[in-house]
């Protein structure tokens, strides 16, 4: 047995973790950060679903591709930014959390604007120092 000290997950720190990973979404999405960059919120092997599919990854370029089309996706029906309006977070165990983060779309597109409400589900893990994501189920991010 190690007398290493396994840190515990904290409710306030998944909350600083979306803030994070809001500020990062929407540098990758202006194409002022790389999405390798942005797949280290990730754990080693992710779930995700979404009411059209469900996808498996192991955090690599499997990975990294997955998140790169789904940033060609969202500048494509005129994602602009990604504003993460409220996180709650309900702790499962000493390690594990569910954080419901409402997300507010803002697009872009015919010179048009419109906002998309929608909430993802993560599924978040501490893992030593860090907190990463392995899984999530996205509601319709595109919808009115």
């Known amino acids: 047995m190690s007398n290493e000290v396994t840190k515990m997950i904290n409710k306030m720190e ?5 803030k994070l990973y809001e500020k990062q979404l929407n540098e990758v999405l202006a194409g002022e950060k790389s999405v390798t960059q942005f797949a280290d919120f990730y754990a080693a092997a992710f779930i995700g679903t979404d009411s059209a599919q469900m996808k498996v990854a192991k955090n690599d370029q499997t990975l990294v591709d997955m998140i790169h089309a789904n940033f060609d996706y969202y500048r ?17 165990d000493d390690y ?14 015919a010179e048009q604007g419109s906002h998309v409400s929608f909430a993802v589900q993560y599924l ?9 994501i392995f899984g999530s189920i996205t509601g319709d991010e595109t919808s009115t």
């Open 76 to 92: 494509s029906i005129g994602a602009k930014k990604m504003i993460a309006t409220a996180v709650s977070v309900q702790e499962l």
């Open 96 to 109: 594990h959390a569910l954080a419901k983060v409402e997300w507010e779309g803002v697009y872009m597109k």
């Open 124 to 132: 978040v893990k501490q893992q030593e120092a860090n907190l990463v």
């Open 14 to 18: 998944v909350e600083d973790f979306f």
